[in-house]
Structure formats: C-alpha cells, structure tokens
C-alpha cells in the first residue's frame, strides 16, 4: 500500500493518475485511476 500511495503523488504523462486507494468493508484493497481506452497487449 506504501508504494500505491507514493505513485499517486508523481504527475508525468506516462503514468496514469490514480484517484483513490483504500480498502473495502471486506478488506479487499483497491486503486481506482482513469480508464484508458486502447489497445490489448496480450498476443
């Protein structure tokens, strides 16, 4: 969770902005960013 957090302060245009990090009432964690809508990098 430490590293989500320290991501969600760095603004460069390869990184997608993240919006929220927590954890769920049934202790699921969770980061919520922008969608992207592009291409599949799978083969």
């Not at 769920?24 to 964690?29: I, K, P």
């Amino acid at each position: 969770m430490a590293e989500a957090s320290a991501v969600s302060q760095l603004d460069q245009v390869n990184i997608c902005t993240i919006h929220d990090i927590g954890t769920t009432d049934d202790g699921q964690m969770y980061i919520a960013m922008l969608y992207y809508d592009g291409e599949t990098i799978s083969k």
